[in-house]
């Protein structure tokens, strides 16, 4: 009992001593390098998004510049899934979390 109770004050005195040790003396970060120029899409802006309840489902509609591109739809029961407009031509496909092409791997663990 009297070793256990060593021990136990024994750790929280190297506890306290390593929370209470100084840091080394760290430099601050240099600041980050513009973007090369052409990278830098500064007409696209950021996203606008409004969210919108209809009945019991939420709608929330991602646009840039004025023109919507994807609208993520919450169910009040069920699973979120998105519409997307790929192309720009107002035509939305469905989407949900993993997307339309994602595939899980498959493979041949054994064969009998």
Do not use: C
Request: proline residues 13%.
């Amino acid at each position: 009992m009297r070793r256990l109770l060593l021990l136990l004050v024994l750790l929280i005195g190297v506890t306290a001593h390593a929370q209470n040790a100084a840091p080394p003396d760290l430099e601050p970060l240099p600041e980050a390098p513009p973007p090369p120029p052409g990278l830098a899409d500064e007409e696209l802006g950021e996203p606008e998004v409004t969210i919108q309840q209809r009945g019991e489902d939420t709608y929330e509609e991602y646009r840039v510049n004025g023109q919507l591109y994807m609208v993520k739809v919450t169910p009040r029961i069920g699973v979120p899934y998105y519409l997307v407009d790929p192309v720009g031509t107002g035509s939305f496909a469905r989407q949900d979390g993993l997307g339309a092409d994602t595939r899980p791997p498959m493979w041949v663990i054994k064969r009998f």
